[in-house]
């Protein structure tokens, strides 16, 4: 009955420590079986004892005699090993690297042969009795599996991730910036330049998280805003950027409920901004005069659609309507509907402006995006002899400039400190305390590392120009 036993045993330690990510969960497991090992042993020893006392003579001398012998043995293994030595002494030669052969050989001259065998735990667990074996396994097993399912507790509301989700993936250091959107799927890897992360472990964990690559890497795993959705998604045409998307929306102030029309679908950025800003109660109607572009479009609406209820458990408003029309002469589409606000990304906004203005409701506003200056002074040049009631309130663009906040770091690693004057020093000790003060006496006193800030070296220059149109009665 031991031998299965112990086959069992190892056949499972030697598939917890083939895992190099896991090497310090491991080893803290190795060291709950010795210390089981060592208590069991302690508990016969402690029995021999007792039954010295009542008088059991013979019976504790031979077990005594034993004890000994084995304490013996177990102390002739007792050796500092390395953490290479003490893997590779529990895995089969056939998977061991030429390097580690050549270690276990010289270990071999050292000790006369014998340290290879005594080092591996099937030797180690003949000196214990099979119901502490039994025992001794059973708790290991018990507290391996309750460390590798321990999920943080999550809120009212809240989620773990599932198959199916839009999640990032991000790594940040030194400047080298690591994005991706992926999908989570059932035996896919997430492969970056620092090595892989199964899917299937990425799946059950709360969002938020940071997970490890094949080579211990933190990678940060969070779900897909829109924003990200947005700049992360396949596209046709040049998309509306979510800085310039956002300002349109506030000019047209459009709100829940609200009917809108958009001209230039594209890719299907702004169609989905104004989705979510109309809500359910509301509705968009976007027009595309280009058939690919109109595609691209309706598919990334519905990606986002379907992963985002994965997500939240309830649908997003099914509120736009795709028309592959061009504006000029789609007056049939627009008969008997009145629109709160309208957004048009047009190459020449001025020639649908007569067509939009019957259907625009009175101090509507109309937001146009524009790629270059020479349409806005054909937008202004085309309203101006049209004569349409319009008041151009704003020509914008919206720059982003991203900043680089942290603490002041040396070129050895460990952060400046600042330290108080103080009178019996001149400057020059105070400049060299200064260098010199240890970081983990002041890392924790609030004001103690100064920071440096700095513009981005990579900033969003132009994008658009945003114009912004009221209608007027006359």
């Known amino acids: 009955?031991?031998?299965?036993?112990?086959?069992?045993?190892?056949?499972?330690?030697?598939?917890?420590?083939?895992?190099?990510?896991?090497?310090?969960?491991?080893?803290?497991?190795?060291?709950?079986?010795?210390?089981?090992?060592?208590?069991?042993r302690s508990f016969?020893?402690?029995?021999?004892?007792?039954?010295?006392?009542?008088g059991d003579s013979s019976d504790s001398?031979?077990?005594?005699?034993?004890?000994?012998?084995?304490?013996?043995?177990?102390f002739r293994r007792r050796r500092h090993l390395s953490p290479l030595e003490r893997i590779s002494s529990l895995l089969p030669q056939d998977t061991l690297s030429p390097e580690v052969m050549q270690l276990r050989e010289q270990n071999l001259q050292e000790q006369g042969g014998n340290a290879n065998q005594e080092s591996r735990p099937e030797t180690f667990m003949k000196d214990l009795d099979t119901d502490q074996a039994i025992d001794a396994a059973k708790e290991i097993n018990t507290s391996f599996h309750h460390e590798e399912k321990q999920v943080p507790p999550i809120l009212p509301g809240d989620s773990l991730l599932t198959f199916g989700e839009l999640l990032m993936a991000e790594y940040l250091k030194k400047r080298v910036e690591f994005r991706k959107m992926f999908q989570l799927q059932t035996g896919a890897r997430l492969c970056s330049s620092w090595g892989f992360i199964q899917h299937d472990d990425?799946?059950?964990?709360?969002?938020?998280?940071?997970?490890?690559?094949?080579?211990?890497?933190?990678?940060?795993?969070?779900?897909?805003?829109?924003?990200?959705?947005?700049?992360?998604?396949?596209?046709?045409?040049?998309?509306?950027?979510p800085k310039d998307a956002?300002?349109?929306?506030?000019?047209?102030?459009?709100?829940?409920?609200?009917?809108?029309?958009?001209?230039?679908?594209?890719?299907?950025?702004?169609?989905?901004?104004?989705?979510?800003?109309?809500?359910?109660?509301?509705?968009?109607?976007s027009l595309e005069v280009r058939e690919d572009h109109l595609r691209r479009a309706v598919l990334n609406y519905e990606h986002w659609r379907t992963t985002w209820s994965m997500r939240r458990g309830r649908e997003w408003p099914d509120n736009v309507r795709f028309h592959n029309a061009d504006l000029c002469t789609a007056s049939s589409l627009l008969a008997g509907r009145g629109f709160h606000a309208v957004a048009l990304d047009l190459i020449k906004p001025h020639l649908v402006l007569p067509t939009v203005l019957p259907h625009l409701h009175p101090g509507a506003v109309c937001a146009v995006y524009l790629a270059n200056i020479t349409q806005v002074v054909d937008l202004l040049e085309g309203v101006r002899c049209s004569a349409l009631p319009f008041l151009f309130e704003r020509i914008i663009e919206v720059p982003v400039r991203k900043w680089v906040v942290a603490p002041a770091v040396q070129k050895d690693g460990q952060y400046h400190t600042r330290t108080a004057p103080t009178p019996d020093k001149d400057q020059s000790q105070e400049d060299e305390t200064d260098r010199e003060t240890s970081t983990e006496d002041s890392s924790l006193t609030f004001g103690s590392i100064p920071y440096i800030a700095r513009p981005h070296p990579e900033q969003m220059s132009h994008t658009a120009f945003l114009v912004k149109l009221r209608k007027y009665v006359q």
């Open 246 to 285: 956002a300002t349109m929306l506030m000019m047209m102030d459009v709100t829940e409920g609200d009917d809108v029309l958009e001209s230039g679908s594209g890719s299907g950025a702004m169609s989905l901004f104004l989705s979510r800003a109309v809500g359910s109660k509301g509705s968009v109607l």
């Open 1 to 40: 009955m031991a031998v299965p036993f112990r086959l069992i045993l190892m056949h499972r330690l030697e598939a917890v420590c083939t895992s190099s990510q896991n090497y310090n969960r491991q080893r803290n497991i190795f060291v709950k079986l010795y210390k089981s090992i060592r208590d069991a």
């Open 202 to 241: 990425i799946a059950g964990q709360p969002a938020g998280s940071f997970l490890r690559t094949s080579r211990g890497v933190p990678i940060f795993i969070r779900r897909a805003s829109l924003e990200d959705y947005v700049l992360c998604m396949k596209r046709g045409p040049a998309i509306a950027y």
């Open 61 to 74: 001398s031979s077990l005594s005699a034993k004890l000994t012998s084995r304490q013996d043995l177990l």
């Open 44 to 54: 016969s020893t402690s029995s021999v004892r007792c039954n010295e006392d009542r």
